[in-house]
């Protein structure tokens, strides 16, 4: 990504050329409340997405009822040991203990070494989906052991926003 520096003015940065993005802090399509909105996060085995302290994740706003939950394989996954699982979960975007469930959207039996050594789509069947979140929420994925060599997924959350009075 080029700059160039131009102090006519002030100083500021120009930015020439696409910009670089990291989709393991997701992003989500536009809706207005009461309508089923998505947001997905796309990553490889070595970056999964984690709690992010920096503000630079995708976040559920509080109020949201998930609705369901996706793990796209896009690149099989191998792991040393070959007994790998992976969770998909929610963490409390203020780095609390309230919403914090590893594996609340997907769970190691959703998510095994047969499932995700294949490329294809699972549902995800955590306790999280159907409910409400009551604080905001970040997206995690975790692997049961941390031994990945390989791999490359998209996670895509579908959810409800509700505006907190007809929560």
């Given amino acids: 990504m ?3 520096k131009d102090d006519s003015i002030r100083t500021q940065y120009q930015n020439y050329g696409v910009r670089g993005t ?3 802090y997701g992003g989500e399509t536009a809706g207005e409340y009461g309508e089923l909105r998505k947001v997905e996060f796309v ?11 920096a503000n630079l994740a995708q976040v559920l706003p509080a109020n949201a009822i998930i609705d369901s939950v996706d793990f796209d394989v896009l690149v099989a996954f191998t792991s040393t040991s070959g007994t790998t699982d ?29 499932v995700i050594a294949a490329l294809g789509r699972t549902a ?5 989906i159907g409910t409400t ?3 905001k929420s970040q997206v995690t994925v975790g692997s049961t052991v941390a031994d990945l ?11 409800t926003e509700v505006p907190a009075a007809q929560a």
């Avoid at 990553?43 to 302290?53: A, G, H, I, R, T």
């Fill in 2 to 4: 080029p700059l160039s």
């Fill in 22 to 24: 990291d989709t393991k």
């Fill in 43 to 53: 990553f490889d085995y070595n970056e999964l997405p984690s709690y992010d302290s």
């Fill in 86 to 114: 992976m969770v998909v979960g929610l963490a409390d975007d203020d780095g609390g203990a309230n919403i914090t469930d590893p594996n609340g959207l997907a769970t190691a039996a959703d998510l095994t070494q047969a």
């Fill in 124 to 128: 995800g069947s955590g306790a999280q």
């Fill in 133 to 135: 979140i009551l604080e």
């Fill in 149 to 159: 060599t390989a791999g490359r997924a998209r996670v895509v959350v579908r959810y």
